[in-house]
């Protein structure tokens, strides 16, 4: 709890008689004893939207980023650049950090992975681990809670922390470059890192290369004095650059022999050296590891055989980790055909598009481009977006993903490989704010099933 003298000291101001019980920043979670954080925007339709949802809110005390008339009873402006401070010292009354130790994975590509990799090999030295990131927040090998984001909200990730991370030894966090940008991991000292990849993504928000890169280094001001970042030996050039950002870049130790199918992929044989030093970092050298045991994260190079064939299942949504993917089937499946079924993702940086066709266009024998989510696009458009990148290959453009799927499961023939991706996990498709039941995994578990001999 709360009372207005402490709060009142960090906000800098006298409040009369209250008690704070809770924090928060969606309006409609807050009660009448609770402190709401809410950032109105600066035009006159956020305004008129936030008047609108307080007459349905309640509130002990408001704290907003701007003025507006008339002002709100029990409220305090304080500009949106001071709330990460402010906020931190009200959650450590609230919602002190447990006494573990932190992790932070960026990077365009291999965040999910690495932090489900990170939280496996450390139960597998004895440690107890949280991970927070695209699958939720996990334990190891079971999903406590399902929040919806890469990186939640400093106020959330608090939460997370201080309700699932008392009996624990650790906690590795995706560190998305918006949540970096954002602060979002404020007052969290890092006790490892790493970097794993950098290519294009996210320039809807950043605008360019330099500022996306910008965003993800800030990652550097998070580390421990003395603790490490750790980028995969594939990745030199990355690594050059970013030690000229800060000494304290590792390349991670490769690891040598024979790993299960699932790191056969360059990229994942990638995430899992980083893993394995962020463990050694956090925690120093452990016995040996028995790669066997490690369980494939959800929708991360998802594999079946079926027949003659394999399908696969990945979240490769991004140029860079479709070039990977492919890459990596070829590697691993010599001699065999590639189809790939992809598409774009809608309201989000349009330029990507032809892009992916054109990585999908250099590896695969048959192309089909449909939907992903399409949001509040057309997904026609996004589809004619796509295609300007093929110029070799036989494709189709089927609109509806469920139905593509299922064209691309009876065109089937010996010894091909049939890629699906940019769902990977994900168990829906969004289309103007609706979320429709759909998985890729499930349609590919259901058609095996269908077809058994």
Not at 141 to 150: E, R
Not at 185 to 198: C, K, Q, R, V
Not at 259 to 288: C, D, W, Y
Not at 388 to 411: C, N
Request: with cysteine.
């Amino acid at each position: 709890m709360l009372n207005s003298e402490q709060l009142g000291n960090i906000l800098g101001v006298t409040l009369p008689e209250l008690s704070i019980n809770d924090i928060h920043w969606r309006a409609q979670d807050s009660e009448s004893d609770d402190l709401l954080f809410y950032k109105i925007g600066s035009d006159l339709k956020s305004e008129n939207l936030f008047q609108e949802r307080l007459k349905d809110t309640n509130y002990g005390w408001l704290i907003i980023n701007r003025s507006i008339k008339p002002l709100p009873a029990r409220t305090t402006i304080i500009p949106e650049e001071k709330w990460p401070d402010i906020q931190h010292r009200i959650l450590n009354i609230l919602y002190p950090l447990p006494s573990i130790k932190f992790a932070g994975l960026t990077g365009t590509n291999g965040k999910t992975t690495t932090t489900d990799l990170v939280l496996q090999l450390g139960h597998l030295t004895g440690k107890k681990g949280l991970s927070i990131g695209t699958l939720g927040v996990r334990e190891y090998n079971k999903t406590i809670l399902d929040f919806g984001l890469t990186s939640p909200g400093l106020i959330d990730l608090r939460k997370f922390l201080n309700n699932y991370g008392q009996d624990k030894d650790f906690c590795v966090m995706e560190a998305s470059s918006h949540a970096l940008i954002q602060d979002r991991l404020y007052g969290i000292d890092l006790d490892a890192a790493g970097w794993l990849s950098f290519s294009q993504d996210h320039l809807d928000f950043h605008q360019t290369m330099d500022a996306y890169y910008s965003a993800k280094a800030l990652i550097f001001k998070k580390l421990k004095p003395h603790c490490h970042l750790f980028v995969p030996a594939e990745q030199h050039e990355l690594f050059l650059k970013l030690q000229k950002t800060s000494l304290l870049t590792k390349e991670a130790p490769v690891i040598e022999g024979e790993l299960p199918l699932f790191f056969s992929t360059v990229f994942n044989r990638n995430n899992l050296e980083v893993a394995q030093a962020i463990i050694h970092e956090m925690f120093g050298n452990q016995k040996a590891t028995d790669y066997r045991k490690i369980i494939p994260p959800d929708g991360r190079f998802y594999i079946q055989p079926f027949k003659s064939n394999f399908i696969v299942v990945d979240f490769a949504h991004t140029p860079d980790a479709l070039d990977n993917i492919c890459q990596g089937i070829r590697t691993t499946f010599p001699g065999f055909k590639l189809k790939v079924l992809f598409g774009c993702g809608g309201d989000r940086d349009r330029t990507k598009r032809p892009v992916m066709g054109q990585v999908v266009d250099k590896w695969a024998d048959e192309i089909y481009v449909t939907s992903d989510n399409p949001r509040s696009e057309n997904p026609e458009q996004i589809i004619s977006d796509i295609i300007v990148g093929l110029r070799d290959k036989k494709f189709q453009t089927i609109t509806e993903r469920p139905k593509a799927v299922k064209v691309a499961f009876s065109e089937l023939k010996e010894k091909e490989v049939l890629l699906l991706a940019g769902k990977g996990h994900e168990d829906y498709i969004l289309i103007n704010g609706i979320k429709h039941p759909y998985s890729d995994i499930r349609e590919v578990d259901e058609f095996i099933a269908r077809n058994k001999e």
